[in-house]
């Protein structure tokens, strides 16, 4: 049973109440992914995410120089529980016995927090009783009501005895029967999960353990049966195989072909009863065919199923005899058929046995852009669904239809006092958004099939706008000409998405009273739909009279709001926005808080609406180019600005973040040298003062009192200046990047060594740190000063944070704020007289912000590429590893240009490579748009067969096959075409050829991303770039939602087209929405890493498994972050030495990643190489490299051989085969490995000493000792280069390098003694040794970064010691940036010499 919390005080690991003032309270320090920062001053590690920290607006903390609460202040009462970390959520179950008809009693643990219901649920699922769905629980003859929690329920304790009773049934309930029943006939089938519907979606790990994980493989006999593994991977997997088949991608699962029960179940054509059949209690007739090919009518009645005697043609509705009457329909069949009996009962208990995280639904759809051939087979529920379109079935709902608006909206209003409140808020709210996704998702694929009634049918199809469900759904288009001057079409396609982000930020920010749409844009078809839910009254009104805040015509007009002003001002601070006055169309000036296109909505249910937030972030003014603006040197040097498509260009958030704590450590830097100089000037004689106190003088005197002034007004402003002075960190948590990405160390984070590896600009760094004497003191002194409130510090002092505060652009003068004016460089705005000043400034920030992405982001991303901090695989990992550092993908073209120009371009292949692919698909993806819309749907699969073929194959001239003719009625009036979009029958798009294609590629390279690709065709970009065919057709059809057959494509044939339209077998949508999340359990994990750093892995391991109760608690049972929790555990627990714990933890990971990510996603590919170490650890071999042959088949699919991870993946290979013997595989997997490593670490990294090692033991066990004295020693060589002599892992090289002397010398001995005296020569028996398991384990450690450190007690103490000198370099801010990777790079911490 799902565990609920009960209601007990919140429990949040605490922060101390030291001094957190440079921690932003009202501005939550905390990064989405990357590198978390956790508290700057003392790393409480409760990493203040922007989701809760913001719950009040700014204020959240109360804190004149000290902190008064935890970060619940308001939420706790101020109760402290500092000293006690964590209050793990108590969940006391207790044990009741449940009596089914005809079942024995058995017990079932529940929880006194769940409802009667999930009971209810847990009985249809076990094997026994699950096919009863119509039933009542009963207490000593009392029901219960299913919608009552347990505790609530007198009576009921431990061992009590609850009777399942039959109901009567309903209609409803008729058809729930008749629906539970088929899902589980259908149980194993995975054509749902192929189809892409009910959140059903693939996963193939059981395939590959055989089952014989955890307690199954602990039966089978270790280490002696070596022998019969059979260890040959197949051909394709070897390291330099060319060829990379697709149909291994999705394995056959034998249990998929599942026994057939019935050969029909449908409705009967008799249904509905005819009244006179109603009054005796006949609720619906079935229609079923067994399998031993009997025919038969059953009635669902009242009581139950019967058969009666209907034949197709003949209506005879009484009962037959004998009529079988019974409540479950399973009873009745199992009467009939024998066939059904045994089958329908096998079918159970393998259902029962997969594992739970293969069958239950996943928050949000996943499609799988391969399929086999999957027969259509008959199916009453499906049918049904189709056409009732699912709206009268959302069954628990009274109404029907749901009213999005309000659910989304009353679920933002739960309270949040204390943790079990939030939780229950984030879980209705994380509900509420996967419901609204799916049903967006299924309306917008209706509006473009055309199954929707527009509201306006009159209008042409492009301008047409759609309601169904309750939702309203738009095209992507421009109509009205509402976007003529931000670039048409083009500008329409991108502003929904842009509003999407603001939705998302808003969202984020979470400010009571502030209500934003439920958002969510679909593509579909080469359409974009936005799908919205809708405000109350709003249909009702026109547009004009009901905004009362913001402009509908891009600033021409402009209104403002009271209440607006003050619920937009409490999240200006979190998104950095600059409260501004603009003109309106009298020239009167108008203050608002958010762009002009922000609307400002009252809807009938009273609440502020904001909506079009698709300029909540500033413009980028890389791409827009403007008149009479000049950009920094640094980017016209770049060829910025560039000329962009549209004119709705945005940083992202991510950049803003990034570049403010940019500025805050310059600002910190500026301070502190100045507050050294005035020290310095004090120390000095008065008589030879130098010229520098005279210049930093005399302001003071004339700026005294202006000074004074401004301070008392700050102090009065409403978030007061203590406020501003805290915003240190900025929090850059975007739901975009979800933790699974990376969830890195949560050090606290130094000032010195700036975010995500960001910039060293000259005023940065080391350098500076060993310049100048006593920057560590002044730095603190500046701390403080900018902490104080700004009306008691010295003149002296103040005008010091003047000066720096002038220096780095900030909006206040007495603190650090750097907001931005999301209005600037807009057309049709203008602002007034009085603002040009600060105008001015806006523009200059806006232009150094531009210069920040591209002077310190991108090389940043190319550094942390190049040090494998960043490791991107394929498109999707790139994007996010380029959105992480707030760079758009729009810079693509300038990321791959740089990369070209680095002088280690040879270790950036793979990256440039990986660049290269998702530029061409993403070109690809912006011609196939259009091209589908000139599309009808009868030629849909001839036509994206044809444009594959043009894409994709070597075949010269492919030609489209158009639909053939007997379909084409002559007759048919051409004036009455329906109207759905793209329902012209017009042929354009079998005009396509291969070159012409590829020249359009070209084209829109160089006019989107500034790239030029001098490719005529497909096979001379594979030629050029060292790409993959498949890859390419991976990347396609995940973009644009095809789906094609799995089968082996031939794209180099010249004879025939690699694709025909039966391979296209369905058009998927690709669909975009706000991730909500789960704050509380993601403050446990944070703290859990950042424990584990510290290396207290204990209280690490007791934090993320409350994290995962917590997400558990929000989620449900499936999710990304969920996936990123059980990861760490596993690890941690395999540190532990908890083996068989850590199996089980990674294969719910691995089985998670899989069904949430997608069957060959990255992650994945990295979750099957940690199961396969710890199924090795556990004894089970074969299966370990089962699972690692796996991850190298995935990834030679998703990025070719060529790829610093797939070294990773053959060192691994390497050893499991060196551990049992088969050394000849053994070595190419090495050697590969350690080719791969010298190209991508450099000849003289230590990775490749390591590699050299272990391919120097696998010819030790071959008994070739010179090859191995050869590898053996290169290893020694560059230890003693990189270690020195001393080191001991240097000694170790030259210990095992005397010993390989010593075995070789014997080996020639003996073969000399054999020369000499022939066949009598007396041999000594040579040591082979084949090597021990414990060895191979300690080598498969060593290369996936675990280290087992042998520790004494006093070794220990050290250990603390250090730790805690480090965290107090860090705090002075000079400590280097905590390091990337997995969060439990441990040798990263800890010192192993």
Known sequence: MVSKTDDIPASVPDCNPVDLQRDGAGDGAQEGTGTSKSCVKESCGCGHSADTAMVNGDGAHTEEGELKQDRNSEADGGEDSSDQEVIVIQDTGFTIKIQAPGTEPFDLQVSPQEMVQEIHQVLMDREDTCHRTCFSLQLDGNVLDNFAELKSIEGLQEGSLLKVVEEPYTVREARIHVRHIRDLLKSLDPSDAYNGVDCNSLSFLSIFTDGDLGDSGKRKKKGTELEQIDCTPPEHILPGSKERPLVPLQPQNKDWKPMQCLKVLTMSGWNPPPGNRKMHGDLMYLYIVTVEERHVSITASTRGFYLNQSTTYTFNPKPANPSFLSHSLVELLSQISPAFKKNFTSLQKKRVQRHPFERIATPFQVYSWTAPQVDHAMDCVRAEDAYTSRLGYEEHIPGQTRDWNEELQTTRELPRKNLPERLLRERAIFKVHSDFAAAATRGAMAV????????????????????????????????????????????????????????????????????????????????????????????????????????????????????????????????????????????????????????????????????????????????????????????????????????????????????????????????????????????????????????????????????????????????????????????????????????????????????????????????????????????????????????????????????????????????????????????????????????????????????????????????????????????????????????????????????????????????????????????????????????????????????????????????AHLPADELVSRRKSRKRRNRVPGGGDNTAWASLTPSELWKNIAAEAQSYYYFKIQCESADQVVEKYGLQKITLLREISVKTGIQILLKEYNFDSRHKPAFTEEDILNIFPVVKHVNPKASDAFHFFQSGQAKVQQGFLKEGCELINEALNLFNNVYGAMHVEICACLRLLARLNYIMGDHPEALSNQQKAVLMSERVLGIEHPNTIQEYMHLALYCFANGQLSTALKLLYRARYLMLLVCGEDHPEMALIDSNIGLVLHGVMEYDLSLRFLENALTINTKYHGARSLKVALSHHLVARVYESKAEFRSALQHEKEGYTIYKNQMGEAHEKTKESSEYLKYLTQQAVALQRTMNEIYKNGSNASIMPLKFTAPSMASILEQLNIINGIIFIPLSQKDLENLKAEVQRRQQLQDLGKSEEPSEGSPLELEDKIPVD
């Open 448 to 959: 473009i099939d055309g199954n929707v009634m527009a509201i306006n049918p009159g209008e042409e199809t492009r301008m047409q706008m759609f309601i169904w469900n309750n939702i309203f759904f738009s095209l992507g288009f421009d109509v009205r000409d509402h976007y003529r001057e931000l670039g048409g079409d083009a500008a329409a396609h991108a502003a929904p998405t842009n509003d999407l982000n603001g939705v998302r930020a808003y969202g984020a920010v979470d400010v009571e009273g502030l209500y934003t749409l439920g958002t969510v844009v679909v593509d579909y078809r080469g359409y974009r739909v936005t799908a919205q839910s809708i405000i109350p009254g709003i249909l009702e009104r026109e547009q004009e009279q009901s905004v009362i805040y913001g402009s509908i015509d891009f600033g021409k007009t402009v209104v403002s709001h009271d209440k607006y002003l003050v619920l937009l001002d409490k999240t200006s601070r979190p998104l950095k926005v600059q409260q501004h006055n603009v003109l309106n169309e009298k020239d009167e000036s108008v203050e608002l808080c958010s762009s002009v296109e922000c609307k400002g909505i009252i809807g009938n249910d009273g609440r502020h609406y904001i909506l079009d937030l698709l300029r909540t972030f500033p413009p980028d003014l890389n791409f827009l180019p403007v008149e009479g603006e000049e950009l920094s040197a640094e980017s016209q040097r770049q060829g910025f600005p560039r000329q962009h498509r549209h004119r709705l260009a945005c940083l992202r958030q991510e950049l803003i973040e990034a570049f403010v704590e940019h500025r805050y450590l310059l600002f910190m830097k500026m301070a502190a040298l100045q507050l050294m100089q005035q020290k310095a000037n004090k120390d000095s004689n008065k008589t030879d003062m130098p010229a520098i106190t005279e210049t930093s003088e005399t302001p003071t005197d004339g700026k005294a009192d202006t000074t004074q002034t401004t301070a008392a007004e700050v102090s009065t402003d409403s978030t007061g200046p203590v406020d501003n002075s805290v915003s240190t960190a900025p929090q850059v948590a975007t739901e975009s990047e979800e933790i699974s990405s990376k969830p890195t160390t949560n050090g606290p984070v130094d000032p010195a060594g700036t975010q995500n590896g960001e910039c060293k600009s000259p005023l940065e760094g080391k350098e500076l740190e060993e310049s100048i004497p006593g920057l560590a003191q002044a730095k603190e002194l500046a701390e403080t000063l900018v902490s104080e409130d700004g009306s008691g510090i010295d003149p002296k002092s103040r005008e010091v944070v003047l000066n720096a505060c002038k220096a780095v652009g900030s909006v206040s003068t007495t603190s650090f704020d750097i907001r931005f004016n999301p209005d600037i460089f807009s057309p049709g705005v203008r602002f007034p007289d009085d603002a040009l000043e600060d105008i001015q400034k806006q523009k200059q920030l806006l232009k150094d912000a531009a210069a920040f992405l591209v002077t310190c982001q991108v090389p940043s991303l190319v550094k942390d590429c190049l040090d494998h901090s960043t490791l991107p695989m394929d498109g999707a990992t790139l994007t996010e590893a380029l959105h992480q550092r707030g760079i758009n993908v729009r810079y693509l073209g300038t990321v791959l240009e740089f990369v070209d120009k680095t002088p280690a371009k040879a270790q950036l292949e793979h990256f440039y490579r990986i660049g290269v692919i998702e530029l061409i698909t993403r070109c690809a993806k912006h011609i196939f748009r259009t091209y589908l819309q000139g599309v009808e749907l009868s030629a849909l699969s001839a036509a994206v067969s044809h444009f594959l073929n043009c894409f994709l194959s070597s075949f010269p001239d492919a030609v």
